[in-house]
């Protein structure tokens, strides 16, 4: 993994790769932030490679029968099962390629899903995949609810979000859970490439889904993804919103790369997350105290990742520090065995 | 008879590709979003720095080059989020009111 | 006739798959299945089947991966029984609607609950509809034959359906029998090479699984049901080659000592065994009784199951499911709406036994000789159906 980190190229701004393997004429909502994070990863990844779609709003926008908005191999099998098809991929190629069947194996799968395609019915599979440790990028969209079947609450719904399931009325104040750590558990199965990503921070995004690429093994990538219908804030707004969640430090990007977490972007003046909520009317009925609440969570959660990548900086320091000890004392072994040594062959 | 089954169904199941699949890649552009618009995009070459920024923020892959190195909405599939507008660092793009 | 040596019959479907040459292998055990795959693994670890053999943490990511492997353009097998093939449910349907020639076995077991591990058929006819070619199976011999003839008849170009092989859980499956396998030479070009037309291809990218929107999805149906229907030919095509070759004739609707025969019994599975134990004390003892088995449940072979019943008065059909709420078992249904159309039909008395492993015997198929010749000439039970062996008590 090391070596291919190593030959890793980022992409140039200046000349991006012009193919766009998702085509226009695809009916998402205007001003949709879930399918600007899908085309720059499909983006990404270019013309050799294969996408395996979960059921939910990217599935139904971009395939109604008789059109496709696809350019390279796509396929939908159902909503909870994604990352168990794209292991059936994934593994067919392995085999084929071994067996003579075919020419290439190293092509590029990439299994996409909603929040609730991930977090909820689709996390056993993806467990199943993750632990199995095939050769595929998983990319959650997460736009925090169903939104394809209308809004409705997921386990990644942030807290006092309101949607259709989780609506603010007298004993509610919206959605009453924070969200499930999705990245984490990604990271629990020990998978070599796990990383967070937003599509204003476009060139990010798009160099990490290339660098998943030439990870072996299973990458997770979890991609921020607004969503003016479900979200209630004006179109024109998406990648503003999206800027904010990483400005306020609502939505930290990261990498987790063999188990060890690095900040890629340190947010040192954060923004208040009231900024952030006050463009999205799902946030629109919180009170002051609400607001303080999700700050205060904000603070925490970032306080953690903090030392979850300081932990690295530490770490290496420590590993320096003790080769130098361990190494020392072989010298000092050596010495004395030498001395021993010509001792013993005096008498 | 045989208008009202036409006007049903869109293919005859004896032309369906094996397992209902869609052999012809990015079809969707046959597929005019464009007429979902009600702002639409203008932009002011003579702002344009050309950084691009305004095609790479496009979720509908409207905004593209010109031959003069601006970018220009594609009509036909922009539908007039305003994200281009929103996001131009040199405020070159103004949406104005789609009539009719 | 090749000398037949014992084996377990699992151990024989594991080398059907072995010799079939398949690509990738996804499981997930399941009480009666398991010996299927664990031999499979076995097969796969020792080198001595060139596959990927998957373990993955459920039947629903199992068929997935099924799902996923063929649409890549793999041959691929997998194994299940009751519970598991229930939770493969949802994705059956959309397997056969992706036209992914997709081999199964299923080991016939009672689906809870209660929760019984034994065998009856309640599993796969909950599953009827799903668009798979299904089979049944009586002997050892024809599990292994079974398996051949789906490898062969899925990558016909003009089926690339999914098939089911049913093989009654630990009745057949865990029971060693004489039983012939082939040298890998001896079977030659009998299975053809795996070959898709249609698949996840850089070269040639298309898009699988779309929305079926109003308009084309009763179009998509139609064509799955076409190719199913259309298969029987491929189907029976495959079992003459196949009786041609090695000498071993199988048909859709199997008959036994149906000459003359009033009174039919029809069974499917494992149990006809003991039924053809009945028959035969019964012919002996002059009562023209016969029995007909229906090894081809899908496409179900309506012509050939019209003409083998054509002479007969009788026919006393044998469910090995419950259909809660209906008036009487799949089987039953299907045999009833098979013959309503024709002006001479004979009377169709069915009759619900075995269930979660209940001991299916020859004194049972007596009863119910004796209880379907009583309603012909009594009049019909009040129920459309009987339970035989119900204790009430
Ligand atoms: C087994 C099953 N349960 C429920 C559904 C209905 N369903 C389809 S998409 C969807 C929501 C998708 O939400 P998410 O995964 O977050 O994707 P989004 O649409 O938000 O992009 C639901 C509930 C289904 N298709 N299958
Ligand atoms: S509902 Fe939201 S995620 Fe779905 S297409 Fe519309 S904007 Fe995009
Ligand atoms: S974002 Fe603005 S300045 Fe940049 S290319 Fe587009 S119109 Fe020109
Ligand atoms: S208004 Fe929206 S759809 Fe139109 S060009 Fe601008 S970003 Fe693209
Ligand atoms: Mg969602």
Same mark, same amino acid.
């Given at each position: ?347 | ?100 | ?8 019959? /699992? ?85 056969? /609607? ?229 008036? /009487? ?53 009040? /129920? ?10």
């Amino acid at each position: 993994m090391k070596i291919a980190l190593e030959s890793f190229e980022k992409f140039d701004p200046q000349h991006l790769p012009e193919f766009e393997p998702l085509a226009p004429g695809h009916r998402a909502c205007q001003g949709c932030g879930e399918v600007l994070a899908l085309r720059l990863a499909a983006k990404a990844l270019g013309r050799e490679m294969m996408v395996i779609s979960a059921t939910g709003c990217m599935e139904i926008i971009s395939s109604a029968y008789p059109q496709t908005a696809w350019r390279v191999p796509w396929l939908h099998v159902a909503f909870e099962n994604t990352a168990a098809v794209a292991s059936g991929v994934e593994a067919a190629l392995r085999i084929m390629k071994e067996k003579g069947k075919i020419a290439r194996d190293d092509i590029p799968i990439l299994a996409v899903a909603g929040d609730g395609g991930t977090a909820d019915i689709g996390l056993q599979a993806l467990s199943g995949a993750l632990e199995r440790g095939h050769n595929f990028i998983y990319l959650c969209l997460d736009n925090e609810a169903y939104m394809n079947t209308g809004i409705q609450r997921s386990s990644l719904t942030p807290y006092g979000a309101a949607t259709t399931t989780s609506p603010p009325g007298k004993l509610s104040m919206g959605e009453s859970h924070f969200k499930k750590d999705m990245p984490a558990i990604a990271v629990a199965h020990k998978i070599p490439y796990v990383a967070t990503v937003n599509p204003a921070f476009y060139l990010d995004l798009m160099n990490k889904v290339k660098k998943a690429s030439l990870i072996k093994g299973p990458a997770y990538i979890h991609a921020f993804s607004p969503c003016p219908t479900g979200w209630r804030h004006e179109g024109r707004y998406a990648v503003k919103i999206a800027r904010l969640a990483v400005q306020t430090r609502v939505f930290p990007l990261y990498e987790v790369i063999n188990g060890k977490y690095f900040l890629n972007r340190k947010i040192s003046k954060p923004k208040p997350v009231r900024e952030y909520l006050k463009l999205q009317r799902r946030f629109a009925h919180l009170t002051e105290e609400d607001i303080e609440i999700i700050q205060e969570n904000v603070n925490n959660e970032y306080d953690r990742l903090l030392r979850l990548s300081q932990a690295v900086d530490l770490e290496s320091k420590l590993t320096t520090s003790f080769q130098e000890y361990i190494d020392q004392l072989k010298l000092q072994m050596d010495e004395a065995y030498q001395k021993l040594r010509a001792e013993f062959q005096h008498t | 008879m045989a208008e009202k089954v036409e006007k049903r169904a869109i293919i005859g199941w004896r032309n369906l590709a094996l397992g209902c699949a869609i052999l012809e890649p990015g079809s969707s552009m046959h597929l005019l979003t464009g007429t979902w618009r009600l702002q639409r995009p203008v932009v002011d070459p003579e702002k344009c720095n050309q950084c691009g920024l305004c095609h790479i923020y496009c979720p509908d892959l409207a905004m593209t080059k010109t031959a003069a190195g601006t970018y220009e909405p594609d009509l036909n599939y922009c539908k007039g989020c305003g994200i281009c507008a929103e996001e131009c660092p040199k405020d070159a793009i103004t949406l104005v009111e789609e009539k009719e | 006739m090749p000398t037949r040596t014992p084996m377990e019959v /699992s151990i024989a479907v594991a080398k059907a798959v072995q010799q079939a040459d398949v690509d990738v292998i996804a499981a997930y055990p399941i009480t009666p299945q398991t010996h299927i795959v664990e031999h499979l693994s076995e097969l796969v670890a020792n080198g001595e089947l060139q596959a990927h053999f998957m373990n993955v943490e459920s039947e629903h990511s199992a068929i997935s991966a099924m799902v996923g492997a063929a649409a890549a353009g793999a041959s691929t097998f997998t194994a299940t029984s009751s519970q598991g093939l229930a939770l493969m449910h949802e994705i059956l349907f959309i397997a056969a /609607s992706l036209r992914l020639p997709i081999v199964m076995v299923v080991a016939n077991r009672a689906l809870s609950g209660p929760i019984s591990i034994w065998n009856d058929h309640s599993d796969i006819m909950a599953e009827r509809d799903i668009g798979w070619i299904q089979v049944f199976c009586e002997t050892g011999q024809e599990a292994y034959d079974a398996i051949l003839h789906a490898f062969r008849v899925v990558r016909d170009p003009n089926v690339v359906l999914p098939m089911v092989v049913n093989i009654d859980g630990f009745n057949l499956t865990h029971v060693i029998e004489p039983i012939y396998l082939f040298e890998q030479e001896e079977l030659g070009d009998y299975l053809p090479e795996h070959r898709q037309s249609l698949k996840l291809d850089i070269d040639h990218p298309i898009t699988m699984g779309p929305v079926g929107i109003p308009e084309v999805y009763t179009e998509a149906k139609k064509q799955v049901e076409d190719a199913l229907i259309n298969s029987k030919q491929v189907i029976l095509a495959a079992w003459q080659e196949f009786g041609r070759r090695f000498g071993r004739a199988y048909a859709p609707i199997e008959t036994y000592r149906v000459e003359d025969a009033q009174i039919l019994l029809m069974t499917m599975g494992v149990i006809s065994r003991t039924a053809m134990g009945a028959v035969d004390r019964l012919r002996d003892a002059g009562k023209p009784v016969g029995l007909i088995r229906c090894r081809l449940w899908r496409p179900f072979p309506l012509p050939e199951f019209r003409e083998a019943v054509r002479q007969a008065s009788i026919i006393a059909v044998i469910d090995r499911h419950i259909s809660l709420g209906a008036h /009487s078992g799949p089987v039953g249904q299907e045999v009833r709406s098979a013959l309503y159309t024709l002006p001479n039909r004979p009377q169709v008395f069915d009759f619900v036994l075995g269930l979660g492993g209940r001991d299916v015997t020859v004194h049972d198929f007596l009863e119910i000789v004796e209880l379907a010749e009583q309603y012909a000439t009594q009049g019909p039970p009040e /129920s459309e159906y009987t339970l035989i062996g119900l204790r009430e008590v």
